[in-house]
């Protein structure tokens, strides 16, 4: 092989692994998005309003269903109502999944080859679930913080559209038309309404769901054997680099569930507030902070910051679950 083929050769292998990362994010975004969309749906509608409860969401919703004819057509329709809002959820979590997974790997390697202080120790018991670059705590939360934060400004037109076509307050037919209404009252500025409590919502979620994910797949494993579970888990398991298919499967959905669980209630209350300012900037206005006194003033104090956290964490948890697991047997069979 030529020296110029040599330098080819090494300079494709970082575009490739990053592609790997892009299509993996891709498709295990598309996944839990298309299954879950419901959930956001009625996520949505509970919190365009003080008054909605997840009872009287669903049972809208219900209503709205149920008046369609009884036939194939009245069906499909139904369908189309419950998962309102796909398209636009579907292009926002695949394409931000991709750029999120790629840009977190890209920054938690080149941690872990530059910073030897910040690496965690190449050790059996450090790897035992993932094949993912392995850092120190703060390195997670600060690498997962910053990569989110800078995807979510990257798809937060989307996101406004999303939210703005899920809800019940407008008669939009189309995401063009939603866009259209977005533009003409408020331009450009409007998609992106809600970006400061969006922010401060998604990269504290992601740097502790990051950094508790990661340290709970380097010590769940050896509690396991202490469980039912350990006839899973076996000795060789947890001393080799890298556990099994079905039992590392088994583990990243666990905690990714606990780690989305907890980052989801600790940033519940800028959700709300995001979500508000999306749907009602003419009530709410463009200020984060003055958007979150409002809410606390006007809708049932510290209850209101809350609305739609039992849906958010329901859906967090699985759409972290499949998405994260399927993202990382997606990188280990590649």
């Known amino acids: ?22 299509l993996s994010g891709f498709v295990s975004g598309f996944t839990s998005s298309v299954l879950l969309q419901p959930l956001d749906l009625l996520k949505t509608r509970i919190q365009q309003s003080p008054s909605s409860t997840l009872h009287s969401s669903w049972q809208e919703l219900l209503s709205d269903i149920s008046n369609g004819p009884n036939t194939r057509d009245g069906v499909l329709t139904a369908l189309r109502k419950m998962w309102r809002g796909t398209l636009p959820s579907v292009l926002r979590t695949s394409v931000g999944s991709g750029l999120y997974f790629s840009t977190l790997h890209s920054m938690r390697s080149y941690i872990q080859q530059h910073s030897a202080s910040s690496s965690r120790p190449a050790t059996p018991s450090m790897q035992r679930s993932s094949v993912l670059p392995q850092i120190q705590g703060y390195a997670n939360l600060l690498t997962g913080s910053f990569a989110r934060g800078a995807v ?44 400061g409590a969006t922010f401060v919502r998604d990269a504290p979620y ?35 680099q890298v556990l099994s298919s079905p039992v590392s499967v088994a583990v990243n959905s666990i905690c990714a569930g606990i780690a989305a669980t907890t980052a989801v209630t600790v940033t519940n209350p800028f959700d709300a507030v995001k979500t508000r300012m999306q749907l009602f900037p003419d009530r709410y206005g463009t200020k984060m902070w003055a958007a979150f006194a409002a809410v606390l003033r006007e809708e049932n104090g510290i209850r209101g910051l809350f609305d739609g956290l039992g849906l958010r964490v329901v859906r ?12 990382e047997e997606l990188i280990r069979q590649s």
């Open 1 to 22: 092989m030529t020296s110029a083929q040599t330098t080819a050769s090494s300079n494709s292998a970082p575009n490739n692994l990053r592609s790997q990362h892009i």
């Open 152 to 195: 979510g400004f990257v798809m937060m037109p989307v996101t406004v559209l999303k939210v703005r076509f899920e809800s019940t307050k407008y008669a939009h037919s189309s995401l063009f038309q939603t866009a259209k209404a977005i533009y003409s009252a408020h331009g450009v500025r409007g998609f992106y309404y809600g970006f």
């Open 206 to 240: 992601a740097g502790i769901y990051v950094w508790l994910y990661e340290y709970m797949k380097s010590t769940l494993p050896a509690f396991l054997l202490g469980t039912p579970f350990a006839g899973r888990v076996t000795t060789q398991d947890c001393t080799s």
């Open 316 to 327: 967090k948890g699985l759409s972290s679950g499949i998405a994260w697991c399927l993202y």
